[in-house]
């Protein structure tokens, strides 16, 4: 009896009926201050990795559902047979070229030791003939001067003779031979002399290594080999400084072909950080073709919810405003950004996606609001929360907000009006 007095009491009757109500004001407070998206999925953008050379997979490749926190490398692909006819043929130029430029810089060696043995040769000949020509200068100035002597002699003969003469001592005959004597010694001096001046340019010539003989060229034959030596000198070096310069150029080919075919020879993969393996479409260890699928990673650091709001609600929504999401099964609100909005006519995502985005209906947008990066759902679930369905609200302008309570006050003040003149 008591207890059924204190339920029929007035004050528990009323504070039931406030209990109620405060309780629908409670659930229908969210729909009043935000706008609420009947459906929202978690997605993100995939990263397809294709083979980049045909060969085989390494047996080392991640498995589906695998999460990286940090960057690292893999091998992905082995070349089995790759092409190495472009290396061979550099190497073997590479190695004519090498022996051509070793052959000319050893006749340069061997022109150089011939040059040296031929400037021996050509200084010996040139201190010889300066030697030779000294000498007869030497003998021509002792001629000149046996010569003079005699000039002098028979000058004194011949002016004796023609003082006999003049005393009747001596006829004009004896006189007359004396004469021609002296006239022949004198010209004997002369040719001396200039012997002796021929000599001297023949030596001043000599020690310029010019030679005036005249069953002799301006240079010896030394001198001769000599320059032929320098012509055939410059076509080795001309020789030699081209297949240096191609030596040089087929190396640097035959080094970047090498880090080419090492290349080809294996691929290594750079697994990016804060993704996850999606799918995986080959398997490890496998043979694939260039360009073939092997797997795909999803980014785990920019994944976006996907809402449908009414098409009435289009220009109530905007490119950078902010909304609130919660995963479903999860406590937490997170605060998102709007980064896109699409009508209803516009063709279909082309994107590479995890999760499946279905055509959206007549007269409703398609709203893409990114979440903040959370790496700790990655690591429990292997997933990133992809397809997983999400609450999303969205904030009301002030003004909406009072024209609703307004709208929604004149409709309740309007049906209490309807129902007292009813009653």
């Given at each position: 009896m008591h207890i059924e007095r204190f339920i029929r009491s007035r004050i528990v009757r009323r504070s039931l009926a406030l209990g109620i109500i405060a309780l629908s004001g409670w659930a229908l407070l969210p729909y009043v201050t935000y706008r609420i998206a009947p459906s929202a999925y978690v997605n993100a953008e995939l990263m397809r990795v294709t083979a980049p050379m045909a060969g085989q997979l390494s047996s080392d490749l991640p498995r589906k559902g695998e999460y990286f926190e940090h960057t690292?490398?893999?091998?992905?692909?082995?070349?089995?047979?790759?092409?190495?006819?472009?290396?061979?043929?550099?190497?073997?130029?590479?190695?004519?070229?090498?022996?051509?430029?070793?052959?000319?810089r050893r006749q340069l060696e061997e022109i150089a030791e011939l040059d040296r043995k031929l400037r021996e040769r050509s200084d010996d000949y040139r201190s010889g003939?300066?030697?030779?020509?000294?000498?007869?200068?030497?003998?021509?100035?002792?001629?000149?001067?046996?010569?003079?002597?005699?000039?002098?002699?028979?000058?004194?003969?011949?002016?004796?003779?023609?003082?006999?003469?003049?005393l009747g001592i001596s006829s004009?005959?004896?006189?007359?031979?004396?004469?021609?004597?002296?006239e022949a010694t004198a010209t004997r001096c002369q040719m001396a002399d200039q012997r002796l001046q021929r000599l001297r340019t023949e030596l001043g010539a000599a020690e310029k290594g010019i030679y005036?003989?005249?069953?002799?060229?301006?240079?010896?034959?030394s001198q001769q080999q000599r320059e032929r030596l320098v012509l055939r000198r410059q076509e080795l070096e001309t020789d030699l400084l081209q297949n240096s310069s191609r030596?040089?150029?087929?190396?640097?080919?035959?080094?970047?072909?090498?880090?080419?075919?090492?290349?080809?020879?294996?691929y290594d993969?750079?697994?990016?950080?804060?993704?996850?393996?999606?799918?995986?479409?080959?398997?490890?260890?496998?043979?694939?073709?260039?360009?073939?699928?092997?797997?795909?990673?999803?980014?785990?650091?920019?994944?976006?919810?996907?809402?449908?709001?009414?098409?009435?609600?289009?220009?109530?929504?905007?490119?950078?405003?902010?909304?609130?999401?919660?995963?479903?099964?999860?406590?937490?609100?997170k605060a998102g950004q709007i980064r896109q909005v699409r009508g209803s006519a516009a063709y279909g995502d082309d994107r590479l996606l995890a999760a499946r985005v279905p055509r959206p209906d007549p007269g409703n947008i398609t709203i893409e609001i990114s979440l903040p990066p959370n790496g700790t759902s990655a690591d429990r679930n292997g997933s990133c929360d992809i397809g997983r369905l999400a609450e999303v609200r969205f904030e009301r302008r002030a003004d909406g907000l009072l024209r609703l309570v307004s709208s929604k006050l004149k409709w309740l003040t309007a049906r209490l009006e309807l129902d007292q003149s009813s009653l």
């Open positions: 690292r490398m893999v091998p992905l692909v082995e070349a089995r047979s790759p092409d190495r006819r472009h290396f061979m043929d550099l190497d073997q130029q590479l190695a004519v070229s090498t022996k051509r430029a070793e052959l000319a003939m300066v030697a030779r020509l000294s000498h007869e200068i030497g003998e021509t100035e002792v001629e000149k001067g046996g010569c003079l002597a005699e000039a002098r002699q028979r000058n004194d003969v011949a002016g004796r003779m023609e003082r006999l003469v003049k004009q005959i004896r006189s007359g031979e004396a004469q021609a004597s002296q005036l003989r005249g069953d002799a060229n301006d240079v010896p034959y030596a040089a150029q087929l190396a640097a080919e035959i080094a970047e072909e090498r880090a080419r075919l090492d290349r080809l020879d294996h993969l750079s697994l990016p950080a804060a993704h996850v393996v999606w799918s995986v479409a080959a398997s490890p260890g496998s043979m694939v073709t260039e360009g073939q699928s092997v797997f795909d990673f999803a980014d785990c650091e920019r994944r976006f919810i996907v809402v449908e709001l009414p098409e009435r609600d289009f220009e109530k929504i905007k490119a950078g405003d902010a909304a609130t999401v919660r995963l479903i099964g999860s406590r937490e609100w």
